[in-house]
């Protein structure tokens, strides 16, 4: 068994822990009843959408000082799993919010961030496949990876305090106290999703390999 | 472009002919470090050109089809924009221009001028830079006769400060009498290098229109 | 080789153009002025929503605007002949980046007269504060944008890829000149938002000079 599919099996199997652990060990939330077990997806999604941006920022910087290949594929394949669970924290925070809120959308700083944060590394992946020359559209999907990832923080303060100094801040799903059955949850899911990242990030990583073994010298 | 490999000593006219599309402005430009060789290297005066491209652009100008000059700025302004840009911002504009006989027109915006004075401007913005490799290509395209005497002054003030000049045209007859080496190019590749005096003009015609 | 010369000459060289043809800064302002007027109708004409139709039309004047920063290099084919000078590009970033703001600021002066007509709000005596807090945002989207303006040169689509990248990433300006134009307009307090707008041309400042050589590199 290669190191890659004894990661694959760690994951699922956390993942079948935490599920169960998330969907039936762990006591509804007294406010919100069964539906808090949502956060168990929704944060853990957000959380390796954040890592794996993080990870396409220290790759791009690598790519664009030491300009080897594998730099690039790791910042590409980081950038397409940011951007898949941050589509996927979006969603599961907008199936969230909607029972337990009544809206689809709560407008909250974090949400719209994470929506920026969509759209700009999804655009650096549109770069990448609307550039004629692969090479340059990996050194110009290596900068907006860069500047994308500098620029979350001065965004998430400002959407923060756009609205802070003028409403009173709703309440985050995050900013709840949690029992700790329901950390224990939290933490295993947030674990096995990590886990699952990883193993997929190095799944994508050498398939980017291998497909760039016939594109690119 | 494959297996081009040549030395040019200072004080040289080398001529590069070839039909079209056999890699004449190709190896031009990678000469003045507009491309980067896939394969292989090169240097100018010392510098590579490919870790030392800035300093092969101090030592460079290359004059390509196109004027790179602004239509809606005057010649002079455009030539005291190259100059500035060249780290001269001190050059007699005036006198380059009545040196390229571009005096009557100095204060009139680009967009007026002919082919043939927008070609007089271009080679006044690399002339002014005293480059010690001139890279000309397709020169003379609109040029009267005066312009093509321009061209010949030009190569000739280019060498005579110790510099080389490289010129690639389909107008080969204009420059025989200074070349010094022939490169004939086909389909990228080098059919022909040696000096002048071993080439007939036979040889050069048929080597320009690419009969072989 | 001086640095600042060859900056100053690029700036120059970049208003100069822009005065004789006036191309970009009559489309970005007629595109603000609708933006004006369509936010002004449809959302409403009070006082109190001027900062935020006056931002939002710089933000999508900006997005017109900033590509025209290097297409306009393209369309003279002078991009090649600019890029073989010798020297740092980061001159040339500079040079663009400074015409850039000078023409943004330009555009914002406008709408600010446009603002205190159609909205009733007393923008002559805050005058000079309006516009230092409009530079200071209008500093932080140059840089980005002539940064993003050579980024998006060699895409295919690139009107498409400006917005969606420009907006994100400039939000942090957008929501600043908003609040702080607000606070000027009604004498509120300024809170953090001075700092915001600080930090994030600081941050830009110092990372895209660098990063626009990188975009350069090959002509």
């Known amino acids: 068994m290669t190191a ?47 890592l794996a941006f993080a990870i396409t920022f220290a790759a791009s910087v690598l ?45 909250d700083a974090r949400l719209v961030t994470t929506a920026m944060l969509f759209l700009i590394y999804t655009t650096a992946l549109l770069v990448r496949g609307l550039s004629d020359d692969p090479l340059r559209g990996a050194r110009l999907a290596a900068v907006i990876g ?36 329901m950390l224990l949850a939290l933490m295993l899911s947030l674990l096995a999703f990590t886990v699952l990242f990883m193993y997929l990030l190095r799944l994508r990583t050498s398939l980017a390999r291998l497909e760039a073994g016939g594109e690119m010298r | 472009m494959r297996d081009v490999t040549f030395v040019l000593p200072p004080h040289s006219v080398l001529l590069v002919v070839g039909p079209n599309a056999s890699g004449k402005t190709t190896l031009l430009r990678l000469l003045a470090t ?40 005057t010649v002079r302004e455009n030539l005291a924009f190259a100059a500035a840009m060249r780290g001269r911002p001190d050059a007699p504009v005036a006198t380059w221009l009545d ?82 080496a022939v490169l004939a190019l086909a389909a990228g590749q080098p059919v022909e290098v040696g000096p002048v005096a071993q080439l007939t003009a036979a040889d050069l015609a048929a080597a320009a229109g690419g009969r072989r | 080789m001086n640095g600042f010369l060859r900056a100053a000459a690029v700036a120059r060289k970049d208003l100069r153009v822009e005065w004789r043809g006036r191309q970009t800064i009559t489309a970005t302002g007629m595109v603000a002025l609708l933006m004006i007027l369509l936010l002004g109708f449809v959302v409403g004409s009070e006082p109190a929503r001027a900062a935020a139709i006056l931002w939002v039309a710089m933000g999508f004047a900006a997005v017109l605007g900033i590509p025209r920063v290097t297409q306009g290099e393209v369309d003279q084919q002078a991009l090649e002949t600019l890029l073989l000078y010798p020297g740092s590009r980061e001159h040339l970033f500079w040079g663009k980046c400074a015409a850039l703001t000078v023409m943004l600021s330009a555009l914002l002066v406008a709408l600010l007269v446009l ?105």
């Open chain 1, 4 to 50: 890659q599919t004894g990661l694959g099996a760690v994951a699922v199997l956390l993942l079948g822990i935490a599920a169960y652990v998330s969907l039936f060990a762990s006591p509804p939330d007294a406010f919100q009843g069964e539906y808090v077990r949502i956060m168990y997806a929704h944060v853990p999604n957000a959380w390796v959408a954040y």
């Open chain 1, 63 to 107: 790519y664009l000082w030491k300009r080897r290949p594998a730099y690039d594929h790791l910042a590409h394949s980081a950038t397409e799993l940011g951007v898949l669970f941050t589509g996927l924290a979006l969603a599961t925070g907008s199936i969230w919010g909607r029972p337990v809120w009544g809206t689809w959308w709560t407008w």
């Open chain 1, 146 to 181: 860069i500047v994308g990832f500098l620029d979350v923080p001065i965004i998430h303060y400002s959407v923060v305090w756009f609205r802070t100094l003028h409403q009173p801040a709703s309440i985050a799903p995050g900013s709840l106290k949690i029992a700790p059955p």
């Open chain 2, 34 to 73: 507009a491309l980067r060789p896939t394969d292989g290297g090169g240097s100018v005066f010392g510098h590579d050109l490919v870790r030392d491209a800035d300093a092969v652009r101090v030592l460079t100008a290359f004059v390509g089809t196109s004027a790179g000059a602004y239509d809606l700025l």
């Open chain 2, 99 to 180: 040196r390229v006989g571009l005096t009557p027109v100095a204060d009139d915006p680009v967009r007026v001028l002919s082919s043939g004075m927008k070609r007089r401007l271009a080679l006044a913005q690399a002339w002014l830079a005293a480059p010690r490799l001139l890279l000309l290509d397709e020169p003379y395209g609109g040029l009267d006769r005066d312009g093509v005497a321009l061209v010949a002054e030009m190569t000739e003030d280019t060498t005579r400060r110790g510099g080389s000049v490289v010129i690639a045209t389909h107008e080969w007859e204009r420059v025989m009498s200074e070349a010094d």
């Open chain 3, 115 to 219: 603002l205190g007509v159609l909205f009733g709000v007393d923008v002559w005596d805050h005058g000079g504060a309006l516009v230092g807090v409009g530079v200071l945002g209008i500093v932080g989207l140059s840089v980005i944008g002539t940064l993003l303006a050579a980024l998006v040169l060699h895409v295919r689509g690139r009107e498409l890829l400006m917005p969606l990248l420009l907006l994100p990433l400039a939000l942090p300006v957008v929501l600043g000149c908003v609040r702080l134009t607000e606070a000027i307009l009604t004498g509120t307090a300024a809170g953090l938002w001075p700092a915001v707008l600080v930090s994030f041309d600081v941050v830009s400042v110092l990372v895209c000079p660098i990063l626009f050589e990188v975009v350069m590199d090959e002509v």
